[in-house]
């Protein structure tokens, strides 16, 4: 540790001038016992003769909380008036002029009354500390600013009220309260958190088993992270780093045959010592076969499930970088594996284990010894190029001697060689560490065959040759290496590169997919590109059977369908090259979230083509951004399900609340009017036996619009509501929904333009003259007897439109919006209020249906309303004609 770090840590011990010291009481959630522990504290403050104000305690009914407080002196709140609530915060100023010695103040993350002097209760604190007075305060998790993202993706909710973590790191004191969670849960049962009819609604809302335990883990982290800090800060007043008391467990691991043993090791040494674990591995370039990758992945993916967490780090010697990664995560124990037994690690001890050993000072070093079952033989990857890589070696060596030999005559001797290390080098770049150390090997035999005296003999009788020829073999192999690590280090860069631009690519396409089916469509235009490899998707039907979703129509044999099932059911890959049902021609891999597999991904490789394990490993890298993808959409069709069942079932509730009334009105008239026919029969006159016949008719008509309506809303909300599509005249819709309503529009002076050349409607038109019938109805019953109504159809930008106007009183613009929900009627005067609203709400569903939408002004020269309807005009059918 250097001076300058141990005065920085010393100056910070030093008091600040009369600055006070706050003690924090820290839990999990509400309820855990912070205001008690932290009354209890004053209390005992208050018995050493410390002068204790309790500015802000809430209680929350809680009655042994309340004796505490009330045993403690207390400063009154100040009360202000906010939209016409009284609301208490703390009296600031009281409590600076007062000037206790401790203040206590609760729920620090609390936002103050709009007009306080701070928005934030943690900034009347600050000022209180300023001013040298000494606070103890409590504060919840949840409310700290860097955990509110993580808060809000445990509990789903946003906790609004937040305060800067760098509060609780300057506390002079953290007190974590902890509760068991099922113990909290009994209490807020039993009410002593909130008032009993409170508790249920907060123990669905936030306070779950889950919520509260993942709750209590954050606040044990933060605990043990200012715990750590203070330790650490101890540490360096002293000028020394701080031990790891309690430690962890790293395991190196590489992708040999016992990666997957000495991780299950591992695991139980931790276990057994109740230690943290981690599995390193290390990248140091150098290039691995598939098996080996494989093992290493399989390692990776045990530790995981162990509970241990995967660590890579890219370095180019192992030993020293888990070292440093040791130090960084004081960890207090390194386990490894037994080196390989090569003859230039017994030589040079430059095994992993025995450089851990060398350097790795105060640290435990176990090294589990390599299992006596021999490995099995392994068989070569790809001979035929490995022996064309030597051949390149040769070829090399003999090109580089025949220019030596050529420009022998006008360079030195020494400047000879850099013609062989000019020929190692190109076969390091070309292939690989062997070939490029076989070069190496030749060329020094043929540098001192042909170069160094005698000539033509491998002899050197000089001493100073002997030493060129040590030293030319020594930089050719340095040489070599550090090239073929270049290469291989420059293969996976465009290995990892590739991955990248493949994942961003299908991550674009997937971005303006809005639905299940968009998605397939488009990771099966995407994953179906390579010449190499036919792709499809398979889905799961509504019988449950597989499907095709995206790849065209293809047939598999029953051995295929076999292994499409088994990769669904056990969430696994079966098919080619896999340990399932590995004879047929498709690889299955299931595209799985958390509830399990959404669809399957399979692979077939073309005629002449085999599907590489580097081509698995990127369609399963390119499986999780398509399984999220579709995890959801299939989310966003739950949510639109669930939107339109709330819906239907708030239209059915409304529908129950009025059609009582609004059904009962015209019956009770039409039960009056034939009552009165019955029990006076001719008594009556003509004259008012036909004025009671055509009331009961009209009533009846009413009545028959009010189930229309009713039907057609039914129809909208359960979406069972079909187009029937047909060409028809503007002027037929027109002349019918008059023609209907002839009794209803007799009392008003109605005028109606419609021009004759009018295009064709491509629609329903049964809908249409049902939402013109409403609008027309609507318009009637607003108007004032014997009023203006206006009809025009006119054409308007590819749309027609149907605009009917009243003289009645109008609609706000602040109103024009709502008259399009349900049971909503902007009665004015005395001829509204009638009806059950529901008429332009099914005429904007029904225009909705079609396209189209309505539009709402003022009426007749400025008076009353102007409903539009607009239709959109498709391109017009052509219309048959006799040919001559």
Known sequence: MSDSERADALLAELPRDGRGRLKVFLGAAPGVGKTYAMLQAAHAQL?????????????????????????????????????????????????????????????????????????????????????????????????????????????????????????????FELVLIDLPPRELLERLREGKVYVPEQARAAIDAFFTQTNLTALRELAMQTAAAQVDADLAHGYRKLGQDAPALRGRLLVGVDGDAQAERLVRHASRVAQRRHLPWSLVHVDNGRLRDETARQRLQAAQRLAERLGGEVVVLRAGEVANALIQHAAERRASLVLVGQSRDRLRRRLFGAGVAARLLREAHGLEVNVLNRDTQPEPVRLPVQGEWVWRHYLLALLATVLASGLAWAVASVLALPNISLVFLAAVLLVAVRSSLGPALACAVL????????????????????????????????????????????????????????????????????????????????????????HDLQVCLLDRDAEGALRVASGGALQFSDNERAAADWAWQHDQAAGLGSDTLPNGRWWWWPLSAEEGPLALLGVRPREGYTLTPQRRRMLKALSQPLAQALARARLADELEAARLHGETEQLRSALLASVSHDLRTPLTAMRGSIDSLLALGEAIPLEDRRELLEGTRDEAERLDRYIQNLLDMTRLGHGGLTLARDWVAPADIVGSALNRLRVVLAPFQLRAEVPPDLPLLYVHAALIEQALINVLENAARFSPPHGRLELCVTVEEKMLCFAVSDQGPGIPPNERERIFDMFYTAARGDRGGQGTGLGLAICQGMIGAHGGHIRVAEGIDGQGTCITLCLPLPAQPELDSDTP
């Open 47 to 171: 018995r050493h003769g410390v002068k204790v104000v309790a500015a802000v305690v809430e209680t929350h009914g809680r009655a042994e909380t309340e004796a505490l407080l009330g045993g403690l002196p207390q400063q009154p709140r100040v009360r202000s008036e906010y939209r016409g609530v009284v609301l208490e915060e703390m009296d600031l100023d009281g409590l600076l002029k007062a000037a206790p010695q401790l203040v206590l103040v609760d729920e620090l993350a609390h936002s103050n009354a709009p007009g306080s002097r701070h928005a934030k209760r943690w900034q009347d604190v600050q000022e209180l500390l300023a001013a040298g007075i000494d606070v103890y305060t409590t504060v919840n998790v949840q409310h700290l600013e860097s955990l509110n993202d993580h808060v809000r993706g445990i509990t789903g909710v946003q906790v609004r009220e937040t305060l800067p973590d760098w509060v609780l790191q300057e506390a």
């Open 443 to 530: 060329s020094f035999l043929s540098y001192d065959f042909l170069f160094i005296p005698p000539t033509f003999s491998f002899s050197i009788q000089r001493e100073e040759d002997v030493l060129t020829s040590l030293f030319f073999l020594l930089m050719a192999a340095l040489t070599g290496n550090l090239a073929a690590r270049q290469r291989r280090q420059l293969q996976a860069l465009r290995e990892t590169q590739e991955q990248t631009n493949q994942l961003l690519g299908l991550s674009r396409k997937l971005t303006a997919a809005t639905d299940r089916q968009a998605v397939f469509t488009a990771a099966g235009q995407y994953l179906d590109s390579p």
